[in-house]
């Protein structure tokens, strides 16, 4: 290799050096601005709290039935129960784990926070991060009295 082509393998071999230590520090940086916030402090939910989300401001209970059973729907506008009898697919009975889709709170929050694709959820914004972390415990309390009900 002349010394042209030494030069230039070196520039390279440097460059690509140089980037890949400055994307590893870039990554330590991220890491020591934002370390991920350990389970032990995240708030814990209280599924009596989340009840009155389901059965109130979240407005679960409109296709979900209050307090999660399906055939339990609160009095509607005549137009909104027929818009809601109308959903395909219709909503799931959130007592019954065998139906249920969303197989963890990541998924649930998501659906919750934006909807879910090919349903009638629209997405609820409104909810603060507890009443959302209370409604996914009541959620799981609902699962877990559904499962009960099928043994």
Known sequence: MNKT??????SILLAGLLASQFTYK??????????PSPKSTMPAGDAE???EVFNGKGVCYYCHGIDGNKGQRPQLAADTAALIAQLNP???DL???????LKTDKQRTRAIREGHPGTGMFPD???TDQELTDTLAYLA???????????
Do not use: H, I
């Open 95 to 101: 007592r019954n784990p065998k139906v249920l889709y």
């Open 5 to 10: 082509g030494w030069l230039n393998f070196s």
């Open 125 to 127: 914004t409104r909810m």
């Open 141 to 151: 309390l609902l699962r877990s009295e559904g499962s009960a009900k099928r043994k």
């Open 26 to 35: 870039a990554e330590m940086n991220t890491w020591a601005d934002s370390p």
């Open 90 to 92: 219709q909503p799931v």
């Open 49 to 51: 709290q989340g009840r």
